[in-house]
């Protein structure tokens, strides 16, 4: 009878410990999906839209200087003016 329950104790506490090592990875899993959200912010010249930084700036290209602006706000409508 002391077998049996030495038995059932040891396969009651491996089943414990697999368990609780199948939990531990998922943790690590949601750490890196969160680090892959973040996003770098791409700026461009808004004449030229091969110059492309990675930080705000003017543009290089000669009799130019404009402003760079993000990649994503050339993708807006322009706003119309009327007069």
């Keep these: 009878m002391k077998k049996v329950m030495l038995l059932a104790v040891a396969i009651l506490f491996s089943a414990i410990v697999a368990f609780a090592a ?3 990875p998922v943790k ?3 750490d890196t999906t969160k680090k892959a959200k973040t996003a770098k912010v791409v700026y461009t010249c808004p004449m030229h ?3 492309v930084s990675y930080k705000p ?3 290089p290209k000669p009799n130019c200087g404009m402003t760079l602006v993000k990649k994503s706000d050339l993708k807006k409508k322009p ?3 009327k007069m």
Excluded: L
Aim: aromatic share 0%; proline share 0%; with cysteine.
């Design 28 to 30: 690590g899993v949601s």
């Design 22 to 24: 199948d939990i531990h």
């Design 57 to 59: 700036g003017k543009c």
């Design 79 to 81: 706003t119309t003016m």
């Design 49 to 51: 839209t091969d110059v």
